[in-house]
């Protein structure tokens, strides 16, 4: 499997983004798709993921309310959509997939297989 994510760019404080992530391969395998990020300087960090087939999703109390994840499993693509940015979003953002049929949602970078390379948001003051 693996994951491309696109999206990124650079954004004033209080616009918006959307970032995208197509999972390609054997897709059929992947459970849990959603983002990680990391700071310059700092650790890699849960954002936000969904289960398959299922509305569940969970966030970091740090985005809830300003960032939504959302999929679309017949184009194997998750997107996260960024509102709201503030500066301490700026960061790469990592898209993740996961095999394991949980029925929660993980936080742990440990617990996702797939990673994609990265897509870099930069947020302005």
């Known amino acids: 499997v693996q994951l491309q994510a696109s999206g990124g760019g650079s954004v004033q404080a209080g616009g918006s983004l959307r970032l995208s992530c197509v999972a390609s391969?054997?897709?059929?395998?992947?459970?849990?798709m959603g983002w990680f990020r990391q700071a310059p300087g700092k650790e890699r960090e849960f954002v936000a993921a969904?289960?398959?087939?299922?509305?569940?999703?969970l966030y970091a109390d740090s985005v809830e309310g300003r960032l939504t994840i959302s999929r679309d499993n017949a184009k194997n693509t998750v997107y996260l959509q960024m509102n709201s940015l503030e500066p301490e979003d700026t960061a790469v953002y990592y898209c993740?997939?996961?095999?394991?049929?949980?029925?929660?949602?993980?936080?742990?970078?440990?617990?996702?297989?797939?990673w994609g390379r990265g897509t870099l948001v930069t947020v302005s003051s």
């Open positions: 993740v997939g996961d095999r394991v049929r949980r029925v929660y949602v993980a936080r742990m970078p440990s617990s996702y297989d797939y």
């Open positions: 391969g054997d897709t059929s395998n992947i459970w849990s």
């Open positions: 969904t289960l398959r087939k299922t509305d569940k999703a």
